[in-house]
């Protein structure tokens, strides 16, 4: 069972990926959604997926940093609502709330995805300067869900800063791998949480033991291969092809408006040749 946005009312929460995009975030869903099965919560596939998604995340940064309890109880009603009916979440925006979805739910297993920070920028460098083009704005403006791509980027930005821009630098580099890994493990200790670390590499074993369940079997008692995707490669080609329906979208509506202009460009000329037919026969007369 794969990633989904079609939760199941009769699931509940039992893993919170706590890692970092591009460490396995992907492979991790579909294992989880394998082992527990049920729909795993890919939240930066979401975005792109779901118009309800994108604005809700919206609604919900533009209420950090919490500075009231009707603020912490609006941003879990809005966490809830959004992981409700999943077995597992993971990647950004879930993993900026690690805290207040402890709190939500306690008895979930936090599972931290890892990946050598240099192999981890060089994967990541590129979409963060991919995600500070402007011009996104004008692509994605006709696309449900990613017209809101500028929107979520802005709000998301307060509660960015607040857990990785404590210092008050503002440029993001491979660092913010350490100071997001260092968030994690310290809100598992202030919540009493063990936080356990995986990596994809290491296949089904590790991830099987923390969750005290066997390795997955077919039918005919053969192990369920390990879901091995590349992140990179995968929201790479998501990312391309929503470029491209968007590019799509703005060249239909350009060809929609010229082929009116060019209808309204005939019937002008036709109703002008027509008046000053009029025009011409009462002149022979």
Same mark, same amino acid.
């Given at each position: 069972m794969a990633p989904s946005l079609h939760p199941d009312p009769s699931k509940s +929460?039992?893993?919170i990926g706590a890692g970092m995009s591009r460490t396995g975030t992907m492979s991790l869903a579909y294992a989880l959604s394998i082992l527990l099965n049920g729909p795993s919560y890919h939240a930066g596939s979401a975005l792109w997926q779901d118009e309800r998604h994108a604005k809700r995340w919206i609604s919900v940064f533009?209420?950090?940093p919490m500075q009231t309890r009707a603020d912490e109880a609006f941003v879990k009603d809005? +966490?809830?609502?959004l992981h409700s009916g999943h077995v597992a979440c993971m990647d950004a925006p879930s993993i900026w709330f690690i805290g207040e979805l402890i709190d939500l739910y306690p008895s979930a297993t936090v599972i931290a995805t890892t990946r050598d920070i240099d192999a981890w920028w060089r994967s990541m460098e590129p979409v963060m300067?991919?995600?500070r083009l402007r011009a996104l704005a004008f692509v994605f403006y006709l696309l449900p869900a990613l017209r809101y791509w500028t929107s979520f980027i802005q709000a998301s930005g307060h509660r960015?800063?607040?857990l990785y821009l404590g210092d008050g630098t503002m440029t993001v580099t491979k660092e913010w791998y350490n100071r997001h890994m260092d968030y994690v493990a310290r809100t598992c200790e202030e919540k009493g949480k063990k936080l356990h670390l995986v990596s994809i590499k290491d296949g089904w074993e590790p991830l099987c033991q923390i969750l005290s369940m066997d390795v997955p079997r077919d039918e005919k008692g053969d192990v369920v291969p390990f879901p091995r995707i590349n992140d990179g490669a995968a929201i790479e080609a998501l990312y391309a092809m929503q470029i491209k329906r968007g590019l799509t979208a703005w060249a239909m509506l350009f060809c929609a408006v010229a082929a009116v202009a060019a209808v309204v460009a005939v019937m002008v000329g036709l109703g002008w040749a027509w008046r000053n037919g009029r025009n011409s026969s009462y002149l022979v007369t």
């Open positions: +929460l039992l893993v533009r209420r950090t809005g +966490l809830r609502w300067r991919q995600y960015f800063a607040e």
